[in-house]
């Protein structure tokens, strides 16, 4: 679907041949479409990425990380709202029904084939891993306060100095 932005010609390299024009408007165009593919929720993952797609990934996190750093650096600062306790802590029993089915290998160690079958067996366990988040939630909140106490503290000290 396009948006309104697609239909606005804008000239990105004024006085630059019409080539090279055309490769920054789509180069603005696919990291912007990136970005928004980047943050796509777990509901709407319904299969695992291709080695070209892990790539495209890989360069648009890069080119991203300053952005991500910041947004990251803000979102520290705030007391985390209800939707990103329960995504917390929803990640934190998949981890955790993962570590268990795996016993003692290590996610990293495995090939990218391997990881997807164990996922496969981590996604049949939906109502353990709904259950085991369910548990997790106080701990989880519990962190984050705590997290949130830590870092006032420690901004309020130096400010102090």
């Known amino acids: 679907m396009h948006s ?8 990105y390299r004024p006085g630059r041949d019409d080539q090279s024009k055309y ?19 777990e ?7 291709t080695t070209q797609q892990r790539i ?9 990380k300053a952005k ?13 709202t209800m939707d990103v306790l329960k995504k917390r802590a929803r990640r934190q029993a998949r981890k955790a029904v ?3 089915i795996l016993k003692n290998k290590d996610k990293s160690e495995l090939s990218y084939s391997s990881r997807a079958a164990f996922e496969k067996m981590v996604n049949k366990r939906q109502t353990a891993i709904n259950r ?8 989880v909140r519990k962190a984050d306060r705590q997290k949130i106490k830590r870092n006032t503290n420690s901004n309020s000290g130096s400010a102090e100095k």
């Not at 932005?5 to 000239?11: E, L, Q």
């Not at 696919?30 to 943050?39: I, V």
């Not at 509901?43 to 990425?49: I, K, N, Q, R, Y």
Request: proline share 1%; hydrophobic share 45%; no cysteine.
């Open 4 to 11: 309104f932005k697609d239909f606005i010609v804008v000239d």
């Open 23 to 41: 490769a920054a408007q789509k180069n603005k165009r696919t990291a912007s479409e990136g970005a928004e593919r980047m943050y796509a929720t």
């Open 68 to 80: 991500i750093m910041l947004g990251k650096r803000r979102a520290a600062r705030k007391i985390a």
């Open 43 to 49: 509901a709407e993952v319904d299969e695992a990425l």
């Open 132 to 139: 085991l988040a369910k548990k997790l939630l106080p701990q």
């Open 98 to 100: 993962l570590k268990k």
């Open 56 to 64: 495209k990934m890989k360069q648009v996190m890069r080119r991203n």
